[in-house]
């Protein structure tokens, strides 16, 4: 109907939508980007600040899943800590609010983020689009997906940040044993160099004693001419070692400043990458290859087909769908039975009840799966009393050894 109307009447022009000039709340945005906005625009030191301060008993565990998991929660059901979340944003991100405040449209805020992404401004120019009066449903979606994105190229550099690394811990290590050579040769050199300023200053000293003695006796000034003229070229010959003496005690010193620089960038890489490294599994390549179209589990010659699973069925919940075909014939050839749910994605969260009833145990990727649907789990594991492990992120190594612990905890 209204596009007959507008054949009929192509001048008429309906009046644009009133704009809305203040920015929205964290309780006022759709539910399903809050996890991308806790986790991208707030550290996870400032979420620890903000449940002590609001008083949140939450275990936050070894990576902060937990206190993370709680405040996305939270941000949609508890008006104070949804307050407090805005607040926080806001305070931290107050450069890019007054940036983004200037435009009008969604087109604009794309083109906006779309430069902010480029320079790595990813938190501050998250939270202004996010909460920008002016941006709809389909500019939160494009923002959420360049985020997704952003992690994913953030794993394929941490691999890349351990090899640097391991070449890292292999120069260092040639670079202590240069130094240490270095430092013995320096040594030496500088207890030669006080042994001949020693020797020098004896010289002189016997030298100056005889000059002493004799100056009364030199009955012509030539004599004494030669004898002062030795005196001073003993001074410049001491003075030149000291010289070089200080030389090298400046060059032992620089090169010891070099190594705890070196080391000092070694601690910091370690630390920034020390995360990462514990989720990356070498055996990762192994597993996929094993697992290809064609491939059968037995031929993969590792201890994969050591894995019994002793006919326990095997409940995933949540995971990538191109991933399902290759956990099954995991499950499978390790003697499982295989049963999955997306999570709420496709299925009703009804079917996930009935699937209950035959699971051995629950598994399930935090980094693949909502929220909502991790707690229905934790609850039903709960009330039927199975075990459930949760897989720290969904790539098939890590699914292996999510098997192995269902194996061992049985």
Not at 108 to 135: C, F, N, R, T, Y
Not at 220 to 241: C, G, H, P, S, Y
Not at 244 to 265: M, V, Y
Not at 373 to 385: E, G, I, N, P, S
Request: glycine letters at 6%; a neutral charge.
């Amino acid at each position: 109907m209204c596009d007959a109307l507008n054949v009929l009447a192509p001048d008429i022009v309906p009046p644009p939508a009133p704009t809305r000039r203040r920015r929205l709340k964290i309780d006022e945005i759709d539910s399903q980007w809050h996890c991308a906005i806790i986790g991208t625009c707030l550290p996870l030191s400032e979420l620890k600040g903000l449940a002590a301060k609001l008083a949140i008993a939450v275990d936050p565990g070894p990576s902060g899943y937990n206190l993370h998991a709680s405040m996305v929660r939270l941000a949609s059901s508890h008006r104070a800590v949804a307050k407090a979340l805005t607040k926080k944003l806001d305070r931290r991100h107050i450069v890019a609010l007054n940036r983004f405040s200037k435009v009008e449209t969604s087109a604009d805020l794309i083109e906006m983020w779309g430069q902010a992404l480029e320079k790595g401004d990813v938190a501050g120019a998250g939270w202004a689009v996010m909460s920008h009066p002016a941006a709809n449903e389909d500019t939160r979606k494009l923002v959420f997906r360049d985020i997704h994105m952003l992690s994913h190229q953030m794993g394929a550099a941490a691999r890349a940040d351990l090899r640097q690394i391991d070449r890292l811990e292999k120069s260092n290590a040639e670079l202590e044993s240069r130094i240490d050579r270095q430092q013995d040769y320096f040594i030496s050199e500088i207890s030669r160099r006080d042994a001949e300023n020693g020797n020098l200053r004896k010289r002189l000293a016997e030298a100056e004693a005889e000059a002493r003695k004799f100056a009364h006796a030199v009955e012509t000034d030539e004599e004494m001419r030669t004898l002062r003229a030795a005196v001073a070229d003993l001074k410049i010959q001491l003075a030149n070692e000291m010289e070089r003496h200080r030389e090298t005690e400046n060059k032992r010193q620089a090169a010891g400043g070099a190594l705890a620089l070196l080391d000092q960038r070694l601690a910091q890489m370690a630390v920034e990458n020390g995360d990462m490294a514990e989720e990356i599994r070498l055996y990762e390549t192994r597993l996929a290859g094993s697992l290809e179209q064609g491939a059968a589990l037995g031929g993969c010659g590792w201890d994969c087909a050591k894995l019994d699973l002793c006919g326990r069925c095997i409940l995933f919940v949540g995971g990538r769908h191109q991933q399902m075909p290759h956990i099954r014939r995991l499950v499978e050839g390790c003697n499982g039975v295989f049963s999955h749910h997306d999570g709420g994605v496709e299925e009703s969260m009804s079917r996930l009840h009935s699937l209950f009833g035959r699971a051995d145990a629950v598994l399930f990727p935090v980094d693949c799966v909502s929220h909502s649907a991790q707690d229905t789990v934790k609850q039903l594991c709960h009330k039927w009393q199975k075990p459930f492990v949760p897989v720290r992120r969904s790539g098939l190594g890590a699914y292996f050894a999510a098997l192995e612990a269902v194996v061992t905890e049985a």
